[in-house]
C-alpha cells in the first residue's frame, strides 16, 4: 500500500511565495496522515491562465526542487515525493513549458520531468501563444513503483495513456486544470468528462489514475476540482468536490494490478495486437 | 420486438437552475474575495436582471452585506420602483432610493436638443456614477445586471450599464436568466413582465430590438457556434430573424471592448502585453 494524497487547492493568481507556502500549511495539516505521495494540480504555484505572465513567473525546475525541500524540511519527517504541475523555464534554450515534476525530496531529487505534449490553443485556452511543447511520453521508476505523468490535455488523448501504459505505468499521474463550462446537469459537463475519461483508462490499461484538479475563481473562469483516483478496475476509489479545496488520501495497492490485469488482460491484448496495427499507424502518422 | 428510439442531439440552453445558483454563488464569493471586498453594491431596477443579481448577491454574501439602489427618474415607470422595492424585500435588503432626475435635467437644460434616446444613455450614465460614487463610500463592490443576449446585441448604454467589473449574469441568455430567477425566488410579477430598459416612455425590449427573446436566444448560440443559416432556418426560425440576430451582434463588437488604441509599438496593451485582470506578481 502506499498511500497518496491529493491536494486540490486554489492558488491565488501570481503569488508564487503565497502558494508555496499554502502548500507547506497543507503538508504540515497532511502530516498525520504520513502519505508517501503528494500529487498538486497543473500550475499550481503560480494559477493558469496567465498570458503572457508566463515569463515573468516560470520556475526552473532545480530552483523548484530546493525550495519544496526546504518546505519538506520543515514540517516533514523523512522523504515525500511529490508531484507538482508548474511553468517552467528552461534558462539555456529560452524557453517555456507547462511542466509537471515528480520529486523524491530528502532522497534522489528530480526523478522525472514531464513537458506537456497537447498545449490548447482553443476557445478559452490559448496555450501554444505562450509556451512550447514537449515531445515525449514516459513511464518511469519511483521507489514505489513505476509512474507516469500526462497534464490535462494530454490525458484527454486515449493514445498518451497507452504508451504510459505499454512503458509499464502502474499510476498516471495527472496534474489539471479544467475551467467550468455545460452546466447542464448537477455537475459541469467538463467534470463528468473527467470522471468518465479516469474511469476508463484506468480500467482499460489495469492502472491506477491519480488526477489532481484545481480549483479557484481565474478571473470568471471557475476552475472546476473534482479531483479523484481511480482503480485499476475503473472504480472510484475517492473523490472531490466541485469548486472547493479538500485533500484526498488514499492507499493505492500495486499488487492488486497483476490480478485485476489477468481477469481483464486489456494491456495483455493491445500488446499482442498492437504490432499488427502498427503498420497501419505509421502509414496514418505519416500521411499526416 | 422492442424498438427503442433515439434522442436526436443538439444544443442545449436549458440549464440545471440549482447547479448554476451555486457555482455564481461561489463566483461572487470569490472575486469578491480576491479584489478584497465584502460588500457587493447593486442598481435595482425592477427587471429580472437586476433582481437575480441582488438574489446571488444575498446568497453569497449575505443580505447584511448587500446594498440595494433604486435610481429613478422622473420620466420612469412608478411600476419599476414598485417592483424595485417588492424585490428587494423579498431578498431581505433595504433599497436606498437616490433619484436621479435632478443630475439628468441639469445636464438636459443645457443641451435643449437632447432627444429621447440620447436622455436615456444619460440617465444609464448618470446611475453608473452613482453606482460608482457609493461604492467607494460603502466599500461595496458594484455587481453587474447585463445578460447575454443584450451584450450580444449591443443593447446596452456603453460605460453606463456594462461598467460594474463583476458580473454574474453575463454569459446567461435572457431566457437562462429567466429560468436561474425562477430557481432562485425572484417574484412571479417581475420575472414574468415585459422586459424593458425603462429609459424612453413605454418601450420595450423585444420591440426595440425586433425579436423575441425566445427566438433570439435559439438563433445566437447556433450562430455563435459557427452554425451555417440553412440549418437555424430548419429549426423553424425565418430568415429575416436570423439576419436581425446577425445584424445586432455584428455592428456592436466595438461595445464589448475596450476602446480602439493605435498600436504602434510592440508592448501595446491587449495587443503584445497581455496579462489576465486577477495577474499580480509579488513584489520583492
Given at each position: 500500500m502506499v498511500r497518496h494524497a491529493v491536494l486540490q487547492l486554489a492558488p491565488e493568481k501570481g503569488q508564487v511565495k503565497k502558494n508555496l507556502a499554502r502548500l507547506e500549511a497543507a503538508l504540515a495539516e497532511l502530516a498525520e496522515d504520513a502519505p508517501e505521495v503528494v500529487v498538486l494540480p497543473e500550475a499550481f504555484p503560480t494559477g493558469y491562465f496567465l498570458q503572457g505572465g508566463v515569463r515573468e513567473l516560470a520556475l526552473a525546475v532545480e530552483a523548484l526542487g530546493e525550495r519544496l525541500d526546504a518546505i519538506r524540511r520543515r514540517v516533514w519527517e523523512g522523504p515525500l515525493d511529490l508531484v507538482i504541475g508548474f511553468y517552467e523555464k528552461d534558462e539555456r534554450e529560452g524557453a517555456y513549458y507547462n511542466a509537471a515534476a515528480y520529486f523524491e525530496l530528502g532522497g534522489r531529487g528530480l526523478l522525472h520531468l514531464h513537458r506537456k505534449v497537447f498545449l490548447p490553443t482553443?476557445?478559452?485556452?490559448?496555450?501554444?501563444?505562450?509556451?512550447?511543447?514537449?515531445?515525449?511520453?514516459?513511464?518511469?521508476?519511483?521507489?514505489?513503483?513505476?509512474?507516469?505523468?500526462?497534464?490535462?490535455?494530454?490525458?484527454?488523448?486515449?493514445?498518451?495513456?497507452?504508451?504510459?501504459?505499454?512503458?509499464?505505468?502502474?499510476?498516471?499521474?495527472?496534474?489539471?486544470?479544467?475551467?467550468?463550462?455545460?452546466?447542464?446537469?448537477?455537475?459541469?459537463?467538463?467534470?463528468?468528462?473527467?470522471?468518465?475519461?479516469?474511469?476508463?483508462?484506468?480500467?482499460?490499461?489495469?492502472?491506477?489514475v491519480v488526477l489532481a484538479s484545481l480549483v479557484g475563481s481565474e478571473a470568471g473562469k471557475g476552475?472546476?476540482?473534482?479531483?479523484?483516483?481511480?482503480?485499476?478496475?475503473?472504480?472510484?476509489?475517492?473523490?472531490?468536490?466541485?469548486?472547493?479545496?479538500?485533500?484526498?488520501?488514499?492507499?493505492?495497492?500495486?499488487?492488486?494490478?497483476?490480478?485485476?490485469?489477468?481477469?481483464?488482460?486489456?494491456?495483455?491484448?493491445?500488446?499482442?495486437?498492437?504490432p499488427l496495427l502498427f503498420n497501419d499507424l505509421k502509414r496514418v502518422v505519416e500521411a499526416l | 420486438m422492442r424498438k427503442i428510439y433515439g434522442v436526436p442531439g443538439g444544443e442545449v440552453l436549458e440549464l440545471d437552475y440549482p447547479a448554476v445558483a451555486d457555482?455564481?454563488?461561489?463566483?461572487?464569493?470569490?472575486?469578491?474575495?480576491?479584489?478584497?471586498?465584502?460588500?457587493?453594491?447593486?442598481?435595482?431596477?425592477?427587471?429580472?436582471?437586476?433582481?437575480?443579481t441582488l438574489a446571488l448577491a444575498v446568497r453569497a454574501l449575505g443580505p447584511e452585506n448587500v446594498h440595494a439602489l433604486a435610481l429613478p427618474h422622473a420620466e420612469s415607470d412608478p411600476r419599476s420602483l414598485a417592483d424595485a422595492r417588492r424585490v428587494a424585500e423579498a431578498f431581505g435588503v433595504e433599497l436606498e432610493v437616490v433619484d436621479i432626475t435632478a443630475m439628468?435635467?441639469?445636464?438636459?437644460?443645457?443641451?435643449?436638443?437632447?432627444?429621447?434616446?440620447?436622455?436615456?444613455?444619460?440617465?444609464?450614465?448618470?446611475?453608473?456614477?452613482?453606482?460608482?460614487?457609493?461604492?467607494?463610500?460603502?466599500?461595496?463592490?458594484?455587481?453587474?445586471?447585463?445578460?447575454?443576449?443584450?451584450?450580444?446585441?449591443?443593447?446596452?448604454t456603453w460605460h453606463g450599464d456594462d461598467a460594474p467589473p463583476v458580473n454574474p449574469l453575463g454569459d446567461l441568455y435572457k431566457t437562462q436568466v429567466w429560468g436561474l430567477a425562477e430557481e432562485l425566488g425572484v417574484p412571479e410579477e417581475v420575472r414574468k413582465k415585459p422586459p424593458t430598459a425603462d429609459l424612453i416612455?413605454?418601450?420595450?425590449?423585444?420591440?426595440?430590438?425586433?425579436?423575441?427573446?425566445?427566438?433570439?436566444?435559439?438563433?445566437?448560440?447556433?450562430?455563435?457556434?459557427?452554425?451555417?443559416?440553412?440549418?437555424?432556418?430548419?429549426?423553424?426560425?425565418?430568415?429575416?430573424?436570423?439576419?436581425?440576430?446577425k445584424e445586432l451582434v455584428n455592428r456592436t463588437h466595438y461595445k464589448r471592448h475596450l476602446p480602439t488604441v493605435a498600436v504602434v509599438s510592440t508592448t501595446a496593451i491587449h495587443e503584445f502585453y497581455l496579462r489576465p485582470l486577477d495577474f499580480r506578481i509579488e513584489l520583492e
Open positions: 482553443y476557445g478559452v485556452f490559448d496555450e501554444e501563444r505562450y509556451l512550447s511543447r514537449g515531445h515525449a511520453v514516459r513511464a518511469f521508476d519511483t521507489r514505489f513503483g513505476r509512474a507516469a505523468i500526462l497534464i490535462c490535455e494530454d490525458f484527454w488523448h486515449s493514445i498518451t495513456s497507452t504508451l504510459a501504459a505499454l512503458d509499464g505505468a502502474e499510476v498516471i499521474y495527472v496534474p489539471s486544470a479544467s475551467p467550468a463550462r455545460g452546466f447542464f446537469g448537477p455537475r459541469p459537463a467538463n467534470v463528468e468528462r473527467w470522471r468518465e475519461l479516469a474511469k476508463s483508462v484506468a480500467a482499460e490499461h489495469g492502472l491506477y476552475m472546476s476540482g473534482g479531483s479523484l483516483v481511480a482503480s485499476p478496475e475503473g472504480r472510484i476509489l475517492a473523490e472531490a468536490p466541485v469548486f472547493e479545496e479538500a485533500a484526498l488520501v488514499v492507499d493505492l495497492d500495486f499488487d492488486r494490478i497483476p490480478p485485476v490485469r489477468y481477469d481483464n488482460p486489456m494491456l495483455a491484448d493491445l500488446k499482442s495486437g498492437l | 457555482y455564481l454563488t461561489g463566483f461572487l464569493r470569490r472575486e469578491l474575495a480576491w479584489r478584497g471586498y465584502e460588500k457587493g453594491l447593486v442598481a435595482v431596477s425592477g427587471g429580472v436582471d437586476s433582481a437575480t439628468v435635467e441639469g445636464y438636459a437644460a443645457l443641451r435643449p436638443d437632447i432627444t429621447p434616446h440620447r436622455k436615456g444613455n444619460v440617465k444609464a450614465r448618470a446611475r453608473m456614477i452613482v453606482l460608482f460614487d457609493l461604492s467607494v463610500a460603502y466599500h461595496a463592490l458594484p455587481l453587474g445586471t447585463g445578460n447575454k443576449t443584450e451584450r450580444l446585441f449591443g443593447y446596452f416612455p413605454g418601450q420595450t425590449d423585444e420591440d426595440d430590438l425586433g425579436i423575441a427573446y425566445v427566438r433570439a436566444d435559439v438563433i445566437l448560440e447556433h450562430y455563435l457556434k459557427g452554425y451555417p443559416d440553412r440549418y437555424i432556418e430548419a429549426l423553424g426560425y425565418r430568415p429575416e430573424e436570423i439576419r436581425r440576430v
